[in-house]
């Protein structure tokens, strides 16, 4: 046999690479049209890296998230620490800084598997009919705490429904299902990451598709960027480049305020010379003016105000250490405190503090911040300051403080 009797190899072709993990014209139920102007980039590769972060992002935002609501609402088992001070401030930065990334990081992963939601068969078995469910429960549920949470950094609530109670409840749907698309999508997941993202950059056209590395470079410049614009509410080096911080150290004092005594309705009742705190320990009582409890020793503390909606300021605080206030009128022997508000409505017109931030040394019944007397918005004529609780726990316009039996 010479050489021209011997078989010429058979051609193969290979698709690019950065067409490997791209659905094909034929895959998909849509327009042949449509489907040749699909790029490169919306692909498992990209879809996999960017769902890797995104799922870190929302694991970081669940987490914390579950923490803010166990501080507010505790359960029975729940315990949390007085210090260090900063520690609800990071929590809860964490919380509202993690959300945000996570909205430009949804948005590239959905562009990247747009067109997969339309891939033969629509329906299929049951496991490819669990996927489908679990992508549209948690496409929903995610869009949902987003939004609402983004809402809310800016005490802005266009909607009937009570934010708490059913952010929290969400947060449980979107987190489980991310788990259950995560177990059914790890195999496709695992395949995508075994190959290089941009080993080959897309092909031009006139279309001008991006490469996936592109849209990675993108993905990432924009959750740094939508983190840094939200941060500077809780990170001072920040401040001034957060421009969508909606609470930056604004306000009276240097400290925002979320609501004022005229929202309250206490203004009156707070400027009363006729005003007095009650403290009840067990049988005993004993009620103060304001100059008396000014005649008290005064202890000096630096506790950050820190807020549900992601802000927070560093703060200079004196009055009396509580658990001295409390020794005023009786022997304290454990258990929880109660802090009445002069306001006789809201959500939050009372508080219990737990005794692990009853006896701690940083937990005040503040008369003065910054080096000044109490601004009225802030709480005059005394309020509650504690470490590593959240702004609305830190009860204004104090009333009354009762050791609960």
């Known amino acids: 046999m010479n050489e021209h009797d011997r078989a010429a190899p058979v051609p193969t072709t290979k698709p690019p690479a950065a067409h490997e993990d791209s659905p094909h014209e034929s895959e998909l139920l849509l327009p042949g049209v449509v489907t040749e102007k699909i790029s490169p980039a919306r692909s498992a590769a990209v ?10 992002a929302i694991t970081i935002c669940f987490v ?11 359960p029975p088992w729940f315990w949390w620490p007085a210090n260090p001070v900063w520690l609800y401030r990071l929590t809860q930065g964490a919380h509202v800084v993690s959300g945000v990334v996570a909205i430009p990081l949804l948005l ?44 809310n ?61 592109g849209v990675l470079v993108a993905a990432g ?29 604004e306000g009276p004092q ?37 100059a008396e409890l000014a005649a008290l020793p005064q202890t000096e503390a630096e506790v950050p105000l820190a807020c549900v909606e992601g802000w927070s300021v560093s703060a200079h605080w004196s009055g009396i250490r509580l658990r001295d206030l409390l020794a005023a009128v009786g022997e304290y022997r454990g258990g929880d405190v109660e802090f009445r508000s002069l306001e006789q409505s ?37 309020r509650l300051i504690a470490p590593t609780r959240p702004g609305v726990l830190q009860t204004k316009w104090l009333s009354a403080i009762e050791v609960r039996a």
């Open 221 to 249: 410049a924009a959750a740094v960027v939508a983190g840094v614009a939200i941060a500077g509410q809780s990170v001072p080096l920040l401040r001034r480049v957060s421009v969508l911080a909606p609470r930056s150290g």
């Open 346 to 382: 809201g959500l939050y017109n009372r508080s219990v503090l737990p005794q692990s931030h009853v006896v701690d040394s940083s937990t005040l019944v503040a008369l003065r911040l910054n080096g000044e007397e109490l601004d009225l918005d802030h709480g005059y004529p005394c």
């Open 153 to 213: 950094t800016a005490q802005n609530y266009p909607w009937e429904f009570f934010f708490t109670t059913t952010h929290y409840a969400m947060s449980y749907v979107a987190f489980g299902a991310l788990a259950v698309h995560l177990a059914v999508k790890l195999p496709v997941v695992r395949a995508a990451l075994a190959r290089p993202a941009a080993g080959s950059e897309s092909p031009p056209d006139d279309a001008g598709v991006a490469s996936r590395r």
């Open 254 to 290: 240097g400290l925002p305020v979320n609501r004022t005594a005229h929202q309250a309705g206490v203004s009156e009742e707070a400027r009363d010379a006729e005003y007095r705190l009650e403290v009840i320990v067990g049988d005993l009582r004993r009620q103060f003016t304001r």
């Open 47 to 56: 879809a996999s890296r960017v769902g890797i972060v995104l799922g870190i």
């Open 64 to 74: 914390t998230g579950l923490i803010s609501h166990w501080v507010q609402h505790p």
């Open 108 to 151: 590239v992963k959905l562009w990247s598997v747009f067109p997969r939601l339309f891939a033969r068969p629509l329906i299929g078995s049951p496991l490819r009919l669990l996927e489908r469910g679990s992508i549209a429960v948690l496409v929903g549920s995610m869009i949902f705490q987003l939004v609402t949470g983004l809402f």
